[in-house]
């Protein structure tokens, strides 16, 4: 069972940065396609960005130049760093692993961003 934990939300002003931390248990990890979704009150939960096994990386074209993803396998964890965010970055944002096409998710951090 792979357990998934992030942290690093919270209340920033426009322009402001933030960083996501999504920690995973098991051994997994390296093996896995990991990814930042996030989910505003009724609507969809939508892909932010991912980071295969392999490294590749991919981007909603929101985001594309403000957030970067990374991971480090050695700790079992991949970042999201949110740089120049907007009011509208304002979401839940969840943690997602992929592997042998079983997919898990974290609970989710809160992200708010002030105008």
């Known amino acids: 069972q792979v357990q998934l934990v992030e942290s690093g939300g919270g209340l920033v002003q426009a322009g402001g940065s933030l960083r996501l931390s999504c920690a995973a248990s098991g051994s997994i990890f390296s093996r896995a396609a990991m990814g930042w979704y996030r989910q505003a009150p009724g609507k969809q939960r939508e892909l932010v960005a991912l980071?295969?096994?392999?490294?590749?990386?991919d981007y909603a074209d929101s985001v594309k130049g403000r957030f970067t993803i990374s991971r480090d396998n050695a700790k079992n964890t991949v970042y999201l760093q949110m740089n120049s965010l907007k009011p509208e970055d304002t979401d839940v944002y969840y943690c997602n692993a992929k592997v042998l096409a079983v997919v898990y998710w974290g609970k989710g951090t809160l992200v708010t961003v002030s105008s």
């Open positions: 980071i295969t096994s392999g490294g590749t990386t």
